[in-house]
């Protein structure tokens, strides 16, 4: 027995034409719901336009324009990129420990966040944030113990015995930072 033609071969009496008909209905549909503007309110003018935000660029983007120089490994693999070293949040390596004997307190950090010193030195800090803090050894029994510092004010400590002295501020536990006492 002959199959008929015009049928498709499972024998479900679809003809191929209209089974590509059907397949070029549906994908139209796709088309016409993807292309919107219903679908995509950016298309309609509505103000849904993407921003960058501070320090990024749309480098790459559809008619964007690069701000600044392509920096870094692997720039020449991924041209459009804008990509700066060593800021807050890169992998870069911790700032080598500061000498001298002053500590400002400023956009909820201590600065340096690594002091080095020799025995006897008498280190100040000083609060520069228009919040409270405070400059408490981490753990219990340190020798660090300052009141909570208002703006402008300053709370010192003179060390005596060698060491790494870890503190933070009980206000904002998120600040950190160490002083390293050599003999």
Do not use: E
Request: glycine share 12%; charged share 5%.
């Amino acid at each position: 027995m002959k199959p008929k033609i015009g049928r498709s071969p499972g024998g479900t009496g679809r003809s191929r034409s209209a089974a590509l008909a059907g397949l070029a209905v549906a994908t139209l549909a796709l088309t016409a719901a993807c292309s919107s503007a219903a679908s995509h309110p950016a298309a309609a003018g509505a103000s849904t336009a993407i921003v960058p935000g501070s320090g990024q660029s749309l480098a790459g983007a559809p008619g964007a324009t690069a701000t600044g120089p392509v920096t870094g490994t692997g720039a020449s693999s991924m041209p459009g990129m804008t990509m700066t070293m060593g800021s807050a949040g890169s992998n870069t390596a911790p700032a080598a420990p500061v000498v001298g004997n002053a500590v400002a307190i400023m956009n909820f950090a201590f600065a340096p966040a690594a002091l080095t010193v020799k025995a006897g030195t008498t280190v100040t800090w000083t609060n520069k944030d228009s919040d409270a803090h405070t400059v408490t050894s981490q753990g219990s029994g340190g020798p660090l113990q300052s009141a909570a510092l208002s703006t402008g004010q300053s709370y010192t400590f003179t060390f005596t015995k060698p060491g790494t002295y870890s503190y933070l501020c009980t206000i904002h536990p998120f600040m950190t930072a160490t002083v390293t006492v050599t003999p």
